[in-house]
């Protein structure tokens, strides 16, 4: 499929921000929609809207198959074993929380370290803080190399037999780079840890495959990869989930049985899914997984690779421009983040707005990130499948035009 007919897929591209074409570089905070992601949430609403696992009646019935075969589709997707290891949550956030509220708690003690890098996003930092201070463990922060990288001699360094969990993200929100996830996880089992992959940034972007990364959790959103808000993806080891894990969540539909005083919980995975589940956002991510894959993850992340190339090239030669993150467009995905010389990156992304081009400005939820970079905020551009050299071309005038503006304001 060429370029314009994927983008003729997605409907909001085709609009004008401020009397300029949309050019939309913030896929890193959120994908844009197809058309069939947003039909199938559409069909749903209006054909079979029910709940599910209750009534026999036929609408019912439809719901449950939309929502189980969707499961189907997610477990395929990253190649797990078995549905029973796919637990269907609000999103990467709440993922994390759940590994970290229902293993860790329960599993930590005084002492016990838990691995996580400074490139981390808050949601992979927080809830294994909120950890440390209930259980008594210790968190350790993987240094950066001077490109930005995690390098394996320092994971090796700070992995002990101390260390019962490493939790590190596959691709950086941030910098884009792509960390060595599987080599990771060899060496927290070599330890007798657990590997958590935080895989918001990557499951939209490359090829995932859970048994070949041999990770324990792989968490990820649906919202950034073509599907609805509000839904995302727990991957488990079955052994984990049902030997180490409680759910934390307790009411309707996770039950197996309910006493006066002692109840039971269903089988995997509906013991992690308590009350209404979200069904139209698992339905609506199915239709975002055959739209993916009809394209091919290949494809995808080859694209992405061409689009960072071309922009770490044109971008670079924007007087005053710092881009973080390695310098080799191989080591990346879509995402790049940047500053220029004294100009806020509010600022940045202020003027950008006005020529219809969204980027995001802020600590991109990464504050210890922002701190090792020793910059209190950047501006970011993050492309998709979508995206065009063309409009790399349009950011590159954009900031000329900012640094000019800025000029002649001071
Ligand atoms: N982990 C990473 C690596 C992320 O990039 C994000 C969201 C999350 C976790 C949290 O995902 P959620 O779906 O639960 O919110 N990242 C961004 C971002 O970079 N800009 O906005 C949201």
Redesign the pocket.
């Not at 981390?120 to 992979?124: A, V």
């Not at 993200?169 to 941030?174: E, P, R, T």
């Not at 968490?219 to 950034?224: D, I, P, V, Y």
């Given at each position: 499929m060429n370029i314009q007919d994927i983008r003729k897929q997605f409907p909001i591209l085709h609009q004008e921000v401020n009397g300029n074409p949309l050019v939309y570089l913030?896929s890193?905070?959120?994908s844009q929609k197809p058309v069939k992601v947003i039909e199938a949430v559409d069909k749903y609403y209006r054909e079979y809207n029910s709940n599910v696992h209750r009534g026999v009646h036929t609408l019912g019935t439809r719901a449950t198959d939309g929502y189980e075969g969707a499961r189907e589709k997610v477990r395929k997707f990253i190649n797990a074993k078995s549905t029973e290891e796919i637990i269907f949550t609000?999103?990467?956030?709440?993922?994390?929380n759940l590994v970290a509220s229902s293993y860790a708690r329960a599993k930590l003690k005084e002492g016990d370290e838990i691995v996580i890098s400074y490139m981390?996003?808050?949601?992979?930092i927080i809830p294994w803080q909120q950890v440390a201070k209930q259980t008594g463990a210790v968190l350790k922060y993987i240094p950066l190399q001077e490109d930005e990288t995690i390098s394996l001699d320092d994971v090796r360094e700070l992995v002990t037999s101390n260390t019962k969990i490493v939790s590190i993200?596959?691709?950086?929100?941030?910098l884009g780079v792509v960390n060595p996830v599987k080599e990771i996880a060899k060496i927290a089992h070599e330890n007798g840890a657990i590997m958590v992959v935080?895989?918001?940034?990557?499951a939209p972007h490359l090829k995932v495959d859970v048994q070949d990364l041999d990770c324990d959790f792989f968490?990820?959103?649906?919202?950034?990869m073509c599907g609805p808000?509000g839904i995302?993806v727990l991957y488990g080891k079955k052994q984990l989930l049902l030997e180490n894990m409680e759910p934390i969540e307790f009411g309707g539909e996770m039950i197996d049985f309910v006493g006066l005083y002692e109840s039971t919980w269903k089988e995997l995975p509906w013991k992690f899914e308590g009350g209404t589940p979200i069904i139209a956002g698992a339905i609506g991510l199915g239709a975002a997984i055959d739209f993916l894959q009809e394209i091919g993850l290949d494809n995808i992340e080859a694209h992405e690779h061409k689009l960072a190339a071309y922009a770490l090239e044109q971008m670079s030669q924007v007087e005053g421009i710092t881009i973080y993150g390695p310098k080799e467009a191989s080591k990346r995905t879509g995402?790049v983040t940047f500053n220029l010389d004294d100009v806020h990156p509010h600022d940045v992304a202020t003027v950008l707005d006005a020529e219809g081009i969204a980027v995001?400005a802020g600590h991109?939820?990464?504050q210890p990130l922002m701190k090792w970079l020793k910059a209190s905020a950047t501006a970011?551009a993050?492309f998709y499948l979508y995206n065009t050299e063309e409009e790399i071309d349009k950011l590159v005038k954009g900031l000329v035009k900012t640094k000019e503006y800025f000029s002649d304001v001071f």
């Open positions: 913030d890193a905070a959120t609000r999103g990467t956030t709440t993922a994390l981390e996003h808050h949601s992979n993200m596959q691709v950086s929100n941030v935080d895989g918001a940034q990557s968490a990820f959103s649906g919202h950034k808000t995302g995402v995001r991109h939820c990464a970011r993050s």
